[in-house]
């Protein structure tokens, strides 16, 4: 499968506390991106870190892309209630314009 | 802002019928795609559209069919649905181009009695 894995599948932390994902994948990628899913809902799009990238950052969010061990983490920084939701890393693939979506990290943020 | 809509939010149908999911978007992107996603496989890609009556299969196709006769509009068809269609469907767009997000619709849940 060329779909992105993440990890852990589950994550439950304290409001204030922050948050750590894990995105491994297999092939060589033209860009990564993160995507949050609230419960029955679409997917609203987070970040984008292109292959030549190392880090990113967009308000508490912070990006890491390591393309040697083929694996990115997203880290979610003074988590909030609000933040509860699924996490989902996208790979996409040189001349294609399709990305492979893992199975995503349930985060949920106690208040 | 981009907006992804979809006929349906739920959708309840019985085995063997046709289904039609509808899919819109009102930024004139080049790009569509359809996708089931399932408890513990996150999403598959089932078709993708780079253009106006242009298609390609994606990762589980079987067993579906698309249609994009205008550029803002992709269907996607269950020719005889099967209770293992029943999913969450979801719709996205995106801009041509390798690193591009993709904008989705809030999903239609289909269940096949």
């Known amino acids: 499968s060329q779909q992105g894995e993440e990890d852990p599948q589950a994550l439950s932390i304290q409001e204030g506390e922050n948050a750590t994902m894990n995105c491994s994948y297999k092939?060589?990628?033209?860009?990564l991106q993160w995507y949050r899913q609230n419960s029955g809902r679409g997917l609203v799009h987070l970040i984008l870190?292109?292959?030549?990238?190392r880090e990113k950052h967009s308000g508490r969010l912070r990006v890491t892309l390591d393309t040697s061990k083929k694996s990115s983490s997203l880290l979610i920084t003074a988590s909030r209630a609000a933040d509860t939701a699924s996490y989902f890393c996208?790979?996409?693939?040189?001349?294609?314009?399709?990305?492979?979506f893992g199975s995503g990290t349930k985060l949920n943020v106690k208040p | 802002d981009v907006k992804v809509t979809q006929s349906s939010r739920y959708l309840v149908k019985r085995t063997g019928e046709k289904v039609f999911l509808e899919c819109v978007q009102d930024?004139?992107?080049?790009?569509m795609f359809w996708y089931r996603q399932d408890p513990g496989l996150g999403l598959r890609l089932i078709y993708f559209?780079?253009?106006?009556?242009?298609?390609e299969k994606g990762d589980i196709p079987e067993g579906y069919s698309v249609s994009r006769e205008k550029k803002e509009r992709f269907s996607l068809i269950l020719e005889s649905a099967s209770t293992n269609q029943t999913s969450m469907y979801l719709c996205a767009s995106s801009p041509t181009g390798q690193a591009n997000e993709q904008y989705f619709g809030p999903g239609t849940r289909l269940t096949v009695t």
């Open positions: 092939t060589s990628i033209n860009n």
């Open positions: 930024m004139d992107h080049e790009n």
């Open positions: 996208a790979t996409g693939q040189y001349n294609f314009n399709k990305f492979y």
């Open positions: 559209s780079y253009d106006v009556k242009m298609k």
């Open positions: 870190i292109r292959s030549n990238e």
